[in-house]
T-cell receptor, first 111, second 116 residues
Framework: KQEVTQIPAALSVPEGENLVLNCSFTDSAIYNLQWFRQDPGKGLTSLLLIQSSQREQTSGRLNASLDKSSGRSTLYIAASQPGDSATYLCAPEGSGSRLTFGEGTQLTVNP | NAGVMQNPRHLVRRRGQEARLRCSPMKGHSHVYWYRQLPEEGLKFMVYLQKENIIDESGMPKERFSAEFPKEGPSILRIQQVVRGDSAAYFC??????????????FGDGTRLSIL
């Protein structure tokens, strides 16, 4: 059974900082891994998808890496902005196309 | 393109009533997934459907819950005889008809179900 852990659970930083969110998972037999953000009372917005054969993906100020064999992924956010404040969720996809979610990292970027 | 549409956004039911949650996938998408987020918990997979087929329902509670994705119309998650523990946010996601293992899942804004 896949288990996903995200560290830290919460993070508060001043605007402009670069930051790293960590995700670890127990079952390395995954097809891909997605990073999402969730705003309060809203659904999930897909940020990046990394295929199992890839090492990293980039979109704007976001960069996600994947080390499948060690069961780890990181999301790097450059030059953070207050609009980045949200909960960030990591979700590896395993058999049956199901996503398994961690409990998220709640990020607050202070102006 | 419209995203994944879920309705209603909020649903209040009394214990013992039925709840019906609807999900219209993104245009052109043929895979639908339902997830549940209980208070203070992470999202948990419930069921994966394609048109007229349930592919994986291993995350569904054994009783009172059912899901369908008919040939025409939205996907429906149905909860019979609701209990307080069913109070949660229910999210629907969809992905294109290509191999779902290579496609991101796109989520709706969810239905927040409250049981009185």
């Amino acid at each position: 059974k896949q288990e996903v852990t995200q560290i830290p659970a919460a993070l508060s930083v001043p605007e402009g900082e670069n930051l790293v969110l960590n995700c670890s998972f127990t079952d390395s037999a995954i097809y891909n891994l997605q990073w999402f953000r969730q705003d309060p009372g809203k659904g999930l917005t897909s940020l990046l998808l990394i295929q199992s054969s890839q090492r990293e993906q980039t979109s704007g100020r976001l960069n996600a890496s994947l080390d499948k064999s060690s069961g780890r992924s990181t999301l790097y956010i450059a030059a953070s902005q207050p609009g980045d404040s949200a909960t960030y969720l990591c979700a590896p996809e395993g058999s049956g196309s199901r996503l398994t979610f961690g409990e998220g990292t709640q990020l607050t970027v202070n102006p | 393109n419209a995203g994944v549409m879920q309705n209603p956004r909020h649903l209040v039911r009394r214990r013992g009533q039925e709840a019906r949650l609807r999900c219209s996938p993104m245009k052109g998408h043929s895979h639908v997934y339902w997830y549940r987020q209980l208070p203070e918990e992470g999202l948990k997979f419930m069921v994966y459907l394609q048109k007229e087929n349930i592919i994986d329902e291993s995350g569904m509670p054994k009783e009172r819950f059912s899901a369908e994705f008919p040939k025409e119309g939205p996907s429906i998650l149905r909860i019979q005889q609701v209990v307080r523990g069913d109070s949660a946010a229910y999210f629907c996601a969809s992905s294109p008809p290509q191999d779902p293992r290579n496609q991101p899942q796109h989520f709706g804004d969810g239905t927040r179900l409250s049981i009185l």
